[in-house]
Nanobody, 120 residues
Framework: VQLQAFGGGLVQAGGFLRLSCAAS????????MGWFRRAPGKEREFVAV????????LYADSVKGRFTISGDNAKNTLYLQMNSLKPEDTAVYYC??????????????WGQGTLVTVSS
């Protein structure tokens, strides 16, 4: 499975961005797709995950109520709508595939990352 994330950029605090992740090479439905992020000087952290079929979602407490994860199975594309962005949301965002978990080690597939920068 190959994952390509895009949609990152520079935005002011309070603004919004929508990340997309296109998946290719999948031969069958997996457990779920999600997003992780790594801020400068910090550890990688879980952001959100959605189960294939969309019936279940999980969010990190830090983004709950501001970010929305969704997917289009027909297009094999994952989205992350990020509203009310804060400077602390600045990070490289990675899309992941192959599990429904908050643990990074559970995901066998990782995209290359897209940088989100939120200015104050």
């Amino acid at each position: 499975v190959q994952l390509q994330a895009f949609g990152g950029g520079l935005v002011q605090a309070g603004g919004f961005l929508r990340l997309s992740c296109a998946a290719s090479g999948r031969t069958s439905g997996g457990y779920g797709m999600g997003w992780f992020r790594r801020a400068p000087g910090k550890e990688r952290e879980f952001v959100a995950v959605i189960s294939w079929g969309g019936g279940r979602t999980l969010y990190a407490d830090s983004v709950k109520g501001r970010f929305t994860i969704s997917g289009d199975n027909a297009k094999n594309t994952l989205y992350l709508q990020m509203n009310s962005l804060k400077p602390e949301d600045t990070a490289v965002y990675y899309c992941v595939d192959g599990a429904f978990s908050t643990l990074a080690t559970m995901y066998p597939y990782w995209g290359q990352g897209t940088l989100v920068t939120v200015s104050s």
